[in-house]
């Protein structure tokens, strides 16, 4: 069950790893979506497919992948590629995910309404039907 926001997670500015810069402000009219993961956490792999599915098939949905594997860039890169993870995906750490909350478990999943607004997190594993579930519920709040 996504969990509708109650910290004050404003925005965020990340580049991925082609260089692109992502800011929140950019995406304004598109629900957002960020994920922390990292290519050692099961829960974390097993919903990439989901997210994959939801940023190729809506186009209300921004999805940004953060992954939180600060040893190695390198494996992330091997990891996306073979993985065929189509959205934009950061390398972070502590200090990006501190932009948007304190990242305790992995996976952690932010979504932000077209607004640009906070408007839900969930901790551990999500499924599309969730994210598509909340968006729906909270666009009939938008728009009666």
């Not at 004050?8 to 304004?28: C, I, M, R, S």
Request: hydrophobic share 40%; aromatic share 10%.
């Amino acid at each position: 069950m996504l969990l509708s926001l109650s910290i004050q997670a404003h925005g965020f500015q990340f580049k991925d790893v082609t260089g692109k810069n992502h800011d929140l402000a950019d995406y304004k009219g598109k629900w957002v979506l960020v994920n922390f993961w990292a290519t050692w956490c099961p829960p974390c792999l097993k919903e990439i497919p989901d997210l994959i599915s939801l940023y190729e098939s809506r186009e209300d949905l921004m999805v940004i992948g953060v992954a939180i594997d600060e040893a190695d860039p390198s494996l992330v890169l091997e990891f996306v590629e073979s993985m065929s993870i189509s959205y934009p995906t950061v390398i972070g750490d502590r200090r990006i995910a501190a932009q948007i909350d304190d990242i305790s478990l992995l996976p952690s999943t932010y979504l932000y309404d077209p607004a640009g607004n906070p408007a839900a997190r969930k901790l551990g594993l999500i499924t599309r039907a969730e994210i598509e579930e909340f968006m729906q519920s909270k666009s009939k709040d938008v728009h009666p």
